[in-house]
């Protein structure tokens, strides 16, 4: 294994290179095995460097969206005993629908892994550099609801309409508000064209209206959204049992008990 040098990795460190000294040991031996031209060498590592950035900016757009880590296509269970259009689901995982400001409605019934599948799409968003965001509708009209009282609705919604794919788990479980069925009105009107929102339910989209304070407005909204989606309806047994902790899946105990991890240091931006 190649020794790398005091001064090398300085140099490497001050050109916010030091990432790449990890692989550099066996990328030099396998350079000099192969006796590789001092450019393919070069476009290997600036690669490798690439993809790395890549993922890691990637991973942190995921983590600002409140995507779960675990919840990518890579680690959906293909022998579940569930069914739906695959065809459709290879359609929405080219994000063509993102990119042409489309909708997306996941319907189906408890825990066939309808939170998954759009979970999963929106990972494949953020590694795409869309601006993505995942929300619980419950906790989305509660942050509408609490917007309203601190005066910082204006704002809510301008994010809200503004980010590329933003995904709504668990929609029309219960009745809203007069409030709140004109603060999603909103929100899917001025949505609608310009950018891509993905909807799980449990309900299909003609049992929405009901869950709406005002008739008219609901009409409005939801024969809007549906008629600019893809539906993806998926149906089975329950998927959430492949999701269970498996201490066969684990590995062996660790010799100590594990300790809380350090937060994590914000990033402050320079005074102007």
């Not at 993505?132 to 942050?143: E, F, I, K, P, S």
Request: hydrophobic share 40%; aromatic share 6%.
């Amino acid at each position: 294994m190649k020794t790398i040098s005091a001064e090398l990795q300085s140099a490497m460190k001050k050109l916010s290179l030091g990432k790449i000294l990890d692989a550099l040991p066996q990328r030099l031996s396998l350079a000099e095995k192969d006796d590789m031209p001092i450019e393919d060498f070069l476009l290997m590592v600036f690669v490798d460097e690439i993809e790395r950035r890549r993922g890691a900016a990637s991973a942190r757009r995921a983590d600002q969206a409140g995507l779960d880590p675990s919840m990518v296509m890579e680690r959906w269970d293909k022998t579940a005993k569930v069914t739906f259009d695959r065809r459709v689901l290879q359609e929405l995982c080219t994000l063509r629908f993102v990119a042409a400001h489309r909708n997306v409605v996941v319907l189906g019934p408890v825990g066939v892994g309808k939170t998954f599948l759009a979970s999963a799409l929106g990972h494949l968003a953020c590694h795409a550099s869309f601006r993505v965001r995942h929300l619980r509708a419950d906790a989305l009209l509660r942050m509408m609801r609490q917007s309203r009282l601190d005066n910082s609705r204006d704002a809510l919604m301008t994010e809200l309409c503004t980010i590329d794919l933003l995904i709504i788990d668990d929609f029309a479980l219960e009745p809203m508000s007069r409030e709140e069925s004109r603060d999603v009105y909103q929100l899917f009107i001025e949505r609608n064209a310009r950018a891509s929102t993905i909807v799980t339910s449990n309900r299909d989209t003609s049992d929405w209206l009901a869950v709406f304070d005002d008739a008219l407005l609901a009409q409005s909204a939801v024969d809007r959204f549906k008629n600019n989606a893809y539906d993806l309806v998926v149906d089975g047994e329950s998927y959430r049992d492949r999701l269970k902790p498996n201490i066969d899946n684990d590995g062996p105990p660790p010799t100590a008990p594990v300790t809380r991890p350090p937060p994590a240091r914000r990033r402050t931006r320079p005074a102007t």
